[in-house]
Structure formats: structure tokens, C-alpha cells
């Protein structure tokens, strides 16, 4: 079983539509969690930090459920640009970040 | 924020050479570094954790001899890839964490991708 596991998509949704990824983990001693996105062929870059009361960054709100490992992302009045790979991203001891697949979003007109 | 190059960016090698990667940090000092590499469709997978002044951490499965990873500096962590074979072939990515200020994040260089012939 993989340490994060997430649906690979892709998913594709109307432009402006409210899009949620999930992401489960197993391992209950990660400490910290965050999305990051990943463009084609690029590196993947920090979109949010993931806390325990839930956060929200303009269109994009982050949940955990450490009681589940779950968390979740959500995209609210999605715009082109958000066409990504959105990878879940887990660390344990050591500040090692352990990534899950991603899941593929495809914003369309 | 914080800013993170690789050189270079991208590599086409004959079966057998070595290749040398390039990661440094740019603004910060980062006493650590991470190698990642990252097939096609599949997740980034942690390779080794590079302190400076020190030996490389490898991760299960990954051959510190044929991945030779020097940390000579606070900003700067180099891999080479010796002997390398087509199934090397792949996206390899480094990431700086820095000391006060940006202990909590890992900031990433814009990767390397190696098509070994």
C-alpha cells in the first residue's frame, strides 16, 4: 500500500465549477502536510500548508482529519490556470517529504 | 521566496557516461538538500538527504555508489549519475531547506531531466 495515495484523475471541470481532491496517508506519525502543484514537466511548487483547524487561501481550502488521515483540497470558481497535477505531500521524522501521484485537474472552457 | 537553481536543465547522454547535477541555493544557506527523482506518471521518490560537510542518507534501493551526492557547501549540493543507463533516464529534482526563516519548507530547483541513450 502506498504511503499517500491519491485518485490520479484526471478530472475535468468547466471553468468557474468547485472542484475537491482527496488524499489518504498511513502513516500516523506524519507530522505535517501540504498540497503542492505540479505543472507538465516542471517542479512541483508549495500551493498551501495543510493545519489541523483548516485553512483557506483564497479559492483553495485545505482540511486534515488526522483521525482518518484524510485530508482534502478545494478549489472554489476554478480558472484555467489551475490546470495542474496536485500532489499530496505528507513529511515524518527527518523533514522527509513523502509525495503522493497527484491527481491531474483539466479546467475547460 | 526563497530561490533554488539546477544546471542543468536538461541532459542526453550516451549509455556508460557519467553526469554531474547541479543544485544550488540561491538567497539562503541550506544545510540540507534532498535528490528526488520522479519517473513518467509516477510520484516524486525521496533518493537521498545531502547535509553539508557530511555523508548522504540514502534511501532504500538507491545505490550511493552509482548516485554520488557532495554537499561541499551551504549553497550548493551536487549528484552524479556515473555509468549511467537507459533506465536512469528520468526527472531528478532537488529541494534546499534553509536554516532560520525557512526551516519549514523545502524549496525546489526547477529540475534536470536525463535521457540516457
Known amino acids: 500500500r502506498k504511503e499517500v495515495e491519491q485518485d490520479p484523475g484526471p478530472f475535468n471541470v468547466p471553468e468557474g465549477a468547485t472542484v475537491a481532491f482527496n488524499c489518504t496517508y498511513s502513516?500516523?506519525?506524519?507530522?505535517?502536510f501540504f498540497w503542492y502543484r505540479q505543472d507538465c514537466r516542471k517542479e512541483p511548487k508549495l500551493l498551501m500548508s495543510?493545519?489541523?483547524s483548516g485553512n483557506e487561501d483564497g479559492r483553495f481550502t485545505a482540511q486534515l482529519n488526522r483521525a482518518s488521515q484524510y485530508i482534502s483540497l478545494l478549489i472554489r470558481d476554478s480558472k484555467l490556470s489551475d490546470s495542474a497535477t496536485y500532489l499530496c505531500?505528507?513529511?515524518?521524522?527527518?523533514?522527509?517529504?513523502?509525495f503522493g501521484t497527484g491527481t491531474q485537474l483539466k479546467v475547460e472552457l | 521566496g526563497a530561490v533554488v537553481s539546477q544546471h542543468p536543465s536538461r541532459v542526453i547522454c550516451k549509455s556508460g557516461t557519467s553526469v554531474k547535477i547541479e543544485c544550488r541555493s540561491l538567497d539562503f544557506q541550506a544545510t540540507t538538500m534532498f535528490w528526488y527523482r520522479q519517473f513518467p506518471k509516477q510520484s516524486l521518490m525521496l533518493m537521498a538527504t545531502s547535509n553539508e560537510g557530511s555523508k548522504a542518507t540514502y534511501e532504500q534501493g538507491v545505490e550511493k555508489d552509482k548516485f554520488l551526492i557532495n554537499h561541499a557547501s551551504l549553497t550548493l549540493s551536487t549528484l552524479t549519475v556515473t555509468s549511467a543507463h537507459p533506465e536512469d533516464s528520468s526527472f531528478y529534482i532537488c529541494s534546499a531547506r534553509g536554516t532560520s526563516g525557512f526551516t519549514d519548507t523545502q524549496y525546489f530547483g526547477p529540475g534536470t531531466r536525463l535521457t540516457v541513450l
Open positions: 505531500v505528507t513529511t515524518g521524522g527527518g523533514n522527509k517529504l513523502t
Open positions: 495543510v493545519y489541523s
Open positions: 502513516n500516523s506519525a506524519s507530522q505535517s
